[in-house]
């Protein structure tokens, strides 16, 4: 199992990032998929999850309105566009699929917003 995300940097508050993390060695169609972060000092929390059946989805309240998680089954990759950026959302952003009994987590992205 490998998750690999991309897609973070340095954007400006207000700014729009779109992270992306392609999943190999799993039945990707078949598994929920999620989005963690975690700032300096901070535990990992949750920011979106898809589902794997109708792609029902659910937000973190501090970004719910802002971010969007989508996923392409077709290329095996999870999205999450995050739009009118803050300040705290200064964190690395990781990707996590639960598959055969345990979590499996990307190398993760840093996703910088300067106040």
């Known amino acids: 199992v490998q998750l690999v995300e991309s897609g973070g940097g340095l954007v400006q508050p207000g700014e729009s990032l779109r992270l992306s993390c392609q999943g190999s060695g799993f039945t990707f169609i078949a598994y929920e998929l999620s989005w963690y972060r975690q700032a300096p000092g901070k535990e990992r929390e949750l920011v979106a999850s898809i589902h794997n059946v109708g792609s029902r989805t659910n937000y973190a309240d501090s970004v719910r309105g802002r971010f969007t998680i989508s996923r392409d089954n077709s290329r095996r990759t999870v999205y999450l566009q995050m739009d009118n950026l803050k300040p705290e959302d200064t964190a690395v952003y990781y990707c996590?699929?639960?598959?055969?009994?345990?979590?499996?987590w990307g190398q993760g992205t840093q996703v910088t917003v300067p106040s």
């Open positions: 996590q699929a639960f598959v055969a009994g345990s979590s499996r």
